[in-house]
């Protein structure tokens, strides 16, 4: 293993369950990175849903794996950029002085964060390293949702419902990328976002009822989770592919469960394809993805940005939610 120092770090740390007011800035112990391992000096890190779902502990059900009463791992954070400072004896693709990105376990808000080598791909020398740190859990998503299930070629009529967040503003993007012809659902003050991306057509939900159009779409992409199955199947193709994102209705003991469970089933009568996505990390698509946003063809879009030492506010701000794209982190 590469030499480093020892010494210690900040990091924002959860010691209980609860939204951004829990969190707090901590000196602890500097991870050294095992054999297969990097230890990289976070410059810029972004939000997720997924970092709610882990602070707040909810659904409940999540507590069985990541600890009943408190976190078991409270050092949060899952999307970061930065440089390799230290490398286990057994990696191979990174040195010390890469740039690197990628989606971690945990404890990417904090000055520095370790894990395994295929957690993460090369930041291209024209990619800065605040657009690196908005790509991995959005832009993964994104491109495995319509890429993978979705199979989105050119010519087909795609319509991604809550086309304005983190996901949403990568799937408009690479759903054009692909070929697609774009219709994408949003409110008011994200519409001329949506369309500056790219978007065909735009359809505002607080004005107008996308499933009361009257045009077949091919693939539908919901990251809203706010319109009853049946509804969007009646604008769905009779070969079309419906995916669901893990931003579907739910409680808080099961959160989605029910409903994918319900997507699932009607999936087995159906003569469209209905299903549930999740998201499986993957250095080849991160570095595909870094691909397009040096050749211009995604541009992450980032509406907020914070301080890294700020951020308990940029959690609280992050859970009030209908941001335009990603809130970014800068160490």
């Not at 230890?39 to 507590?63: E, F, I, K």
């Not at 992409?221 to 070969?239: C, H, M, Q, S």
Request: hydrophobic letters at 45%; one cysteine or more; proline letters at 5%.
């Amino acid at each position: 293993m590469t030499d480093v120092d020892t010494a210690s770090m900040t990091a924002w740390v959860a010691p209980r369950y609860g939204g951004g007011e829990v969190l707090r800035a901590e000196t602890v112990p500097r991870p050294t990175p095992g054999d297969r391992e990097v230890l990289v000096r976070v410059r810029a890190a972004s939000l997720c849903s997924g970092d709610l779902h882990l602070l707040n502990g909810t659904p409940y059900l999540l507590r069985l794996g990541f600890g009943l009463r408190r976190p078991k791992r409270p050092m949060i954070g899952q999307n970061s950029a930065g440089e390799v400072v230290a490398v286990g004896g057994s990696v191979a693709r990174f040195r010390v002085g890469d740039r690197v990105f990628g989606e971690v376990p945990s404890g990417g808000f904090a000055e520095y964060v370790g894990a395994d080598e295929r957690s993460f791909a090369a930041v291209p020398a024209a990619l800065s390293m605040e657009d690196a740190a908005a790509i991995p859990d959005s832009g993964m998503t994104a491109l495995q949702g319509l890429r993978d299930i979705g199979k989105v070629g050119p010519g087909q009529r795609v319509l991604i419902n809550g086309a304005s967040g983190g996901v949403g503003s990568f799937a408009v993007q690479i759903a054009k990328v692909l070929g697609a012809h774009v219709t994408a659902v949003c409110g008011t003050r994200h519409i001329d976002m949506v369309r500056e991306i790219g978007a065909d057509a735009v359809i505002d939900y607080t004005a107008d009822d996308f499933t009361r159009s009257h045009v077949p779409y091919d693939v539908i992409f919901d990251l809203a989770g706010n319109r009853k199955l049946r509804e969007i199947r009646r604008v769905l193709a009779v070969d079309g592919v419906f995916i669901s994102s893990a931003a579907a209705p739910g409680n808080n003991w099961f959160g989605p469960i029910r409903w994918l469970g319900h997507v699932a089933l009607t999936d087995l009568f159906a003569r469209q394809t209905l299903k549930a996505l999740l998201m499986r990390p993957a250095a080849a698509d991160l570095e595909y993805l870094a691909g397009l946003a040096v050749d211009g063809k995604v541009r992450p879009v980032i509406e907020r940005r914070f301080p890294l030492s700020d951020t308990a506010l940029a959690i609280a701000a992050f859970e009030q939610g209908h941001a335009s794209g990603k809130t970014v982190l800068i160490a």
